[in-house]
Structure formats: C-alpha cells, structure tokens
C-alpha cells in the first residue's frame, strides 16, 4: 500500500496506491463491481469526518515496468504480496 498526499491551498488530497497479484483478488475483496469506491464506513465510521469528497470510482492499472521489494515472511503484512500485477487506485 502507498498513500500519497498533496497539500494545495490549506486541504490535502490522498491517493491510496495497493496492489494487488490479480483482477479476481480484487474483485474478492470488492465483488463484482471493482470500478466502484469502496469505503469501510461501517468499521471506520470517524473517516467521513475527514473527507470532504468521496470519489465514486476506482481506476485499476496494469503494472508493466518496476519491482515490488520483496519481504521476508517474517516482515511481511497480511496485504504484502511477493507477485503483484494489478493496482488499484483509490
């Protein structure tokens, strides 16, 4: 997961980059409709205090070029993968 942020004229704009080794892990997590935004209100509901938009949908993207630091099992979160594909933007 890469969370990018920019502050422009006192608000801050985020864009969460995850990746992920497969469409069909994706739409695991999302169901059918991967294109949709997803938000977690229901087990993070202080968040909507905090957006002031809430983007309807998600571009997905096709990694061609680049490498994702492999861990050792040890270190690695449950989201790490060692083989990544795809990425969703959030």
Do not use: M, N, P, T
């Given at each position: 997961m890469y969370?990018?942020?920019?502050?422009k004229d006192g608000k801050a704009?985020?864009?969460l980059l995850s990746l992920w080794d497969s469409l069909a892990a994706i739409?695991?997590?999302t169901g059918s409709e991967?294109?949709?935004?997803?938000?977690?209100?229901p087990l993070f509901p202080q968040?909507?205090?905090?957006?002031l938009e809430m983007e309807p949908y998600?571009?997905?993207?096709?990694?061609?070029?680049?490498?994702?630091?492999q861990k050792s099992r040890e270190t690695?979160?449950?989201?790490?993968?060692?083989?990544?594909?795809?990425?969703?933007?959030?």
């Open positions: 969370v990018l942020r920019q502050i704009d985020f864009v739409k695991k997590f991967v294109d949709k935004a997803l938000y977690l209100f968040d909507r205090s905090f957006l998600v571009r997905h993207y096709e990694v061609i070029a680049g490498s994702v630091e690695r979160s449950a989201f790490d993968d060692q083989k990544c594909d795809f990425f969703l933007i959030i």
